[in-house]
Structures are given as C-alpha cells and as structure tokens.
C-alpha cells in the first residue's frame, strides 16, 4: 500500500509564495503524479501533473505561477506556488496514478491527507 504524505501548507497574504511536498512510501518515475486542490462547494481541480518523462501540465488558473517537481531520490514530489491568490485556497492531495497520465481523478489510486493553503487578500 502506498502512502503519501504532504506538507507544506499554511497561510499567506496574496502574492505570496508557498511551497508543497508530498513524500511518497513508495516512488516510481513511470507513475503518473499529480497535485489536485479541493475547496468547499467545488469539484476537485487537477492542478498540476507530472509524467514518466517529466513532462508536466497544469490547469489553465496556475499555468506560469505553478510548478510540478520531484525528486526521486527523496520519493518527494514538491509544487512550487507564486504569486498566490485568494482563490488557490483550498485543500491540497498528492496523487499518484497510472502509467499514462491521465487529468481524471479516478484514475489516481492513492492519495495523501491534504495540506490546507490559505490565501488572504
């Protein structure tokens, strides 16, 4: 069983910076990884992801202000976030998925506690 552990969060005036880390039991390069963020009353959001080849993607509202990246050798997973805004706030998950990286939350099968970002105006 995999598990993943994130940390990092907090809570930060608006513009500011944040960086999340998602230690991993378990880590291998040809999964899938990704953040995802939860924020009450909302759909889950794929946030960021990263490939077996290191290629990333991410939502179209952290696009330039977000960055995906991991460390293999710590099993760590981090996501770099800048210039913040209020509306990032929400609940942070590390996922891990398959091989392919797909942007579908059901094809994450293990997921970590979450780590609150909160971003005041």
């Known amino acids: 069983q995999v598990q993943l552990v994130e940390s990092g969060g907090g809570s930060v005036q608006a513009g500011g910076s944040l960086r999340l880390s998602c230690v991993a039991s378990?880590?291998?390069?040809?999964?899938?990884m990704a953040w995802f963020r939860q924020v009450p009353g909302k759909e889950l959001e794929g946030v960021a992801f990263i490939n077996r080849w290191s290629a990333t993607s991410y939502a179209d509202s952290v696009q330039g202000r977000f960055t995906i990246s991991r460390e293999s050798a710590k099993k760590t997973l981090y996501l770099q976030m800048k210039s913040l805004k209020p509306e990032d706030s929400g609940m942070y998950y590390c996922?891990?998925?398959?091989?392919?990286?797909?942007?579908?939350?059901?094809?994450?099968?293990?997921w970590g506690q979450g780590t609150q970002v909160t971003v005041s105006s």
């Open positions: 378990e880590y291998n390069v040809r999964y899938c």
């Open positions: 996922a891990r998925g398959a091989d392919s990286c797909s942007m579908k939350e059901t094809t994450f099968g293990y």
